[in-house]
């Protein structure tokens, strides 16, 4: 069913194909009539399948012409604030809807002066919404959609309360979306104070890897991972290549031996200053850096049409956050490789990931390297191999060992 068949205005349809988009994904199938009609919804999906529009375009519709501040869309990080106002600028092209957005680690002159200029749309982080709101320069009594986007991450940076003090700030009356990848218990007693008889969406196993995504784990030893990083880097077409580190000294390391190569890198971690978080991004999404290393902050953080390739180059901390990582490509029905360089001493991550997905990863091997053994393999492998005897008899092992009881 195409966009035209969903009920959406005329604007809003020329914002849409002004942006490209084909058909709807099935999350934007499922989740904007019933938006439309003035149903709570509460939805779970993978990440990467079009869920800012899904909520977006209800909302600006149900907006309809500028006027006061009725649209509250919460995001866990700047990053995700700073790429849904652009998403829902974009849809509102052809409106005269004015969205901003409001975050922390910057200063808060711009915000302030966007705000008493009149905003229909508020896309905030918790933090710094509750810093306009005791300052007195954002009310929210006029709020008719409260949209709570990646609920789960939220959780995971601490939101909880924050949440629970700003919801009730806003009028009972309002329509509510609640947007998750994963809908653990504790976000699910969170969804039923906060909607009204929600129609409920599910897109996907929360644990899966999208289908447009294929890939495989190399083996190799920790000295070994960055030459493997520049070979997969030579040896793969691609345009535009995320590579997630587990530290913040981590990425930058990566990112100082790939400039010596003569590779354009960008680098995302929480000890970037704003500005240098934003140049990165909009560097890596016009295509002026190649390659942006990272830590998890980036994992539902980025937004980037076209990333080709994501290389995790230290394997995951959580076996949820690989699904994240991988899902930052594949996106918008595009196809995309991910590949994850695993060492021996984080088998037993890669097994825990595996048990998590229900599949097995396959493993790869570039041509001209050398995968080394792991596990029972590597023991044996490194235990010497005994001198055979002169008269031919089998070579002495020692003395066997017996555990339990003594047996004559």
Not at 166 to 179: A, G, M, V, Y
Request: glycine share 10%; charged share 25%.
């Amino acid at each position: 069913m195409p966009f035209t068949k969903l009920g959406l205005t005329k604007p809003l349809l020329e914002g849409v194909q002004a942006m490209g988009y084909g058909d709807p994904t099935p999350v934007q199938l499922r989740a904007i009539p019933p938006a439309l009609e003035g149903r709570d919804i509460i939805a779970s999906a993978q990440t990467g399948t079009g869920k800012t529009a899904a909520f977006a375009l209800p909302a600006l519709q149900k907006l309809g012409q500028h006027g006061k501040l009725r649209c509250l869309v919460l995001e866990p990080t700047r990053e995700l604030a700073m790429q849904v106002e652009t998403s829902m600028r974009d849809l509102a092209r052809f409106t005269d809807l004015r969205i901003g957005s409001v975050f922390g680690g910057v200063g808060y002159g711009a915000q302030r002066a966007a705000l008493r200029d009149g905003l229909d749309v508020v896309v905030a982080t918790p933090g710094r919404l509750e810093d306009h709101l005791q300052q007195g320069t954002i009310k929210l009594g006029d709020i008719e959609v409260l949209v709570l986007d990646e609920v789960d991450r939220m959780l995971d940076v601490g939101f909880l309360p924050p949440m629970k003090r700003i919801i009730p700030k806003c009028p009972k009356d309002r329509q509510t979306l609640f947007f998750s990848a994963t809908l653990p218990p504790e976000i699910a007693q969170l969804a039923d104070w906060a909607l009204r008889d929600p129609v409920r969406i599910e897109i996907g196993a929360s644990r899966s890897v999208t289908s447009t995504v294929k890939h495989g784990v190399y083996i190799t030893d920790q000295g070994g991972k960055f030459g493997l990083l520049l070979a997969l880097l030579k040896a793969a077409d691609s345009t535009s290549v995320l590579i997630f580190s587990r530290t913040k000294h981590g990425a930058d390391r990566i990112a100082k031996r790939l400039r010596a190569n003569n590779l354009s890198v960008a680098v995302l971690h929480a000890n970037r200053s704003q500005n240098q978080r934003i140049e990165a991004l909009e560097g890596f999404k016009s295509g002026r850096y190649g390659i942006m290393v990272a830590t998890d902050i980036a994992a539902r953080g980025i937004d980037v049409a076209g990333v080709s390739h994501v290389i995790n180059y230290d394997i995951p901390q959580h076996p949820e956050d690989y699904v994240h990582r991988i899902g930052r490509t594949g996106r918008a029905q595009r196809s995309g490789d991910a590949f994850t360089l695993v060492a021996p001493d984080e088998i037993k991550k890669l097994a825990a990931i595996e048990r998590f997905i229900g599949q097995k990863i396959e493993r790869l091997q570039l041509e001209g390297t050398n995968v080394p053994k792991h596990g029972a393999e590597a023991m044996a492998a490194r235990r010497p191999k005994p001198e055979p005897r002169m008269d031919g008899r089998p070579a002495f092992r020692g003395p066997k060992r017996r555990f339990g009881r003594r047996r004559d």
